[in-house]
Every structure is written in C-alpha cells, then in structure tokens.
C-alpha cells in the first residue's frame, strides 16, 4: 500500500469511526426506573429520576420509562422544559411495543415512528400514541392510569 492510499484509508476509517460514535450516542435508548408507587391508578414519580450524574457531573434526562403493573407495556415520560408527557409505549399500527429514544419512538415491527408528544411522524401507523394526564409539584411527577 503507498503512503497516499494509506493515509486515504486511514481517514476514512477515523470519520466513519466519529461519525458512528455520535451516532450510537443519539439513538441512546430510556433508563428504565422501577422506583415508583402506584396507588388507586395514579403513579408517582420523583423528578430526581431524570437526573443522572456521570464522572462527577449531573445530567439531564430527556426520558425514562416505567413498567406499572397491569399494562402491557411501559409508559416513556418526556421532559421538556417544566412539562412531562406520559406516552403509552403500544405501536398503533399493529400493538407492538417501541423503543423510546431521546428524540422519538420508533417500532421495530415495521417502522413508524413517533414524536415525543405521542404524534405519529412515520407510518404504517395513523393514529397517535395514547397518552396519560399527567402533573407534577416540586417533588414528583403523578401520572394518572
Ligand atoms: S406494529 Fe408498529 S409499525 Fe406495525
């Protein structure tokens, strides 16, 4: 191999390297949190769940998701700003269940895609994600079933 075609190859290979990098790092998938009540159909959730620290460094979280018992399938919780939306995580299309990204909600079955408001974005599905009343205090996050 010449110099020129090494230098050529071994470019391409740190860009395609960087470029997949950042690319795994914004299809990151939910934390998935366990502690939370559920009492008389309403879920509470601390506001603390959003935050994780990493090397010494508190982050926010976009999302998380909780299994409740007695649904079927999770439900992904969206901060944005001061608002929390509580997204039921069954596709519309033909009920399987999404994976809950940062920016979107996305089903492996075949392909339609959601906001993190619950609208539909992609098809097959028609119709957007069901969604849960949901408010919050200074503390916690209620979510009503
Ligand atoms: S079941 Fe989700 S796109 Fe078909």
Do not use: W
């Amino acid at each position: 191999m010449e110099r020129r075609e090494f230098i050529k190859t071994t470019c391409a290979v740190c860009i395609g390297t960087t470029a997949l990098a950042s690319f795994i790092a914004a299809c990151k998938s939910s934390k998935y949190i366990s502690s939370f009540t559920e009492e008389n159909k309403k879920i509470v959730i601390k506001k603390s769940e959003f935050v994780i620290v990493k090397r010494g460094k508190e982050k926010q979280l976009s999302h998380i998701t909780l299994k409740p018992a007695g649904l079927q399938f999770p439900i992904a919780v969206y901060k944005t700003g001061n608002e929390y939306k509580a997204l039921y995580t069954q596709c519309t299309h033909q009920g399987c269940e999404l994976t809950a990204y940062d920016a979107a909600l996305v089903c492996p079955c075949h392909g339609a895609e959601f906001n993190t408001r619950g609208n539909v974005t992609q098809g097959p599905a028609e119709t957007d994600l069901k969604t849960f009343a949901t408010t919050h205090d200074n503390e916690n996050i209620y979510i009503q079933l």
